[in-house]
Structures are given as C-alpha cells and as structure tokens.
C-alpha cells in the first residue's frame, strides 16, 4: 500500500534559493527559468506597475517569483510573472490570496496543445482565487498581449506593437506600450 503525500505551503518555503514553484493538483510544480526576452518582458511590467504603486499608492506591484496562497480544490498558491496586489503585506511570508492582476509571460516551452490547455486552466485558477484581468504575453511568436478578465474569461483584447494595453477594471488607468516588452 503506498501513501500519497500532498505537498504543502511548506514546502514551497524550503525550496532551494531562486527555485520557483507552484502547488497543483496536491503536487509541487517547479517552474523553470526563462529566457532573456519573456524574462526582460515581467521585468518590464513590474517596473511600470511599480510606477503606477508610486503614483497611486493604491496597492503594490510585485515581481517575478513572488508567492500568494490561494484555497481551490486543485490549486494551493499562483506565482506569476508580474503582479498587482491589494491585500495586506506580508512581512517574508506568502501573500494571502490572489493578486488583482497577474502577468504570465511565455517561455520557449509554453506553446502547443497542452501548453494552451495548461495556460487557460491556470487562467481559470486566477479567476476562481479572485483576479480580475490576466495578461498572457506572447513576446517569442505572435508579439501580442491578451487581456483576459474575469468579466468575459474567454474572450480576450489583443493588442499588438504600436499599441497601449491596459487591464482594467483591476488597474484604473494604468497602461503600458506593447513596444516597451521588446528590445
């Protein structure tokens, strides 16, 4: 008889240092690093939400790798790429639920059939934890972001080079050119 052990906050916190991971399923999902222009691209939105938390001071932007602990059947915690939050700091410690707004920027191993189906599940996951608009930035091959929002989940705003994003109603008036995700 074997025993199925499911994996905890816990064990996010003893990761190895700069290990990114994220609770699926019962299971620890470890989240490989990227490249240089999906990396440069959450660098990019985290340094103009950074711009908007000073401006506003209504709530904080945080970066890559950051954790926030949410409570679905099938998901313990979200690590996006980018994030906007309105909760309460934490100290060291996860943030407690989902961020208004979350960033998932593709890496060279997010295409394809199941990556798709992986994407949109945890575009779903946001939604259920309490995240109003969801960026999936494809910096490697369409040179898009899709504006997802709880709203209309399945129905995304595309916008391209030469062209502003935004992600209301999460962020009121933030915006950022889609050109500023490139070299």
Same mark, same amino acid.
């Given at each position: 008889?074997s025993i199925?052990?499911?994996?905890t !906050?816990?064990y996010l916190?003893n990761l190895?240092?700069?290990c990114k991971?994220? !609770?699926?399923n019962?299971?620890?999902?470890l989240m490989?690093?990227t490249?240089?222009l $999906?990396g440069r691209a959450?660098?990019? !939105?985290?340094?103009?939400?950074? =711009? ?10 945080? $970066?890559d790798?950051?954790?926030f602990i949410?409570?679905l $059947?099938?998901r313990g915690s979200?690590?996006? =790429?980018a994030? /906007?939050?309105t909760?309460?700091?934490?100290g060291?410690? /996860?943030?407690?639920g989902? %961020?208004? /707004?979350a ?8 295409y ?5 189906? =992986?994407?949109?599940s945890?575009?779903? =996951?946001?939604f ?6 969801v ?5 490697l ?7 997802y929002r709880?709203s209309? %989940?399945?129905?995304p ?5 030469g062209?502003v994003?935004?992600?209301e $109603?999460? !962020?009121p008036?933030?915006?950022m050119?889609?050109d500023?995700? /490139?070299?």
């Amino acid at each position: 008889m074997s025993i199925k052990t499911e994996a905890t !906050i816990e064990y996010l916190y003893n990761l190895p240092d700069n290990c990114k991971a994220e !609770i699926v399923n019962g299971k620890l999902v470890l989240m490989s690093p990227t490249g240089f222009l $999906p990396g440069r691209a959450g660098g990019e !939105i985290y340094a103009s939400l950074r =711009d908007y938390e000073r401006l506003t001071k209504s709530g904080y932007a945080l $970066p890559d790798n950051v954790g926030f602990i949410v409570n679905l $059947p099938n998901r313990g915690s979200l690590s996006p =790429d980018a994030a /906007f939050y309105t909760g309460k700091p934490t100290g060291g410690k /996860f943030l407690n639920g989902a %961020p208004i /707004f979350a960033a998932e920027v593709r890496s060279e191993n997010d295409y394809g059939d199941k990556a798709e189906k =992986d994407i949109a599940s945890k575009r779903r =996951d946001y939604f259920a934890a309490g995240t109003l608009v969801v960026w999936d930035v494809d910096v490697l091959k369409e040179e898009v972001i899709r504006v997802y929002r709880a709203s209309n %989940p399945e129905e995304p705003r595309v916008y391209r080079r030469g062209q502003v994003a935004e992600a209301e $109603p999460a !962020i009121p008036g933030w915006t950022m050119l889609v050109d500023n995700l /490139f070299v």
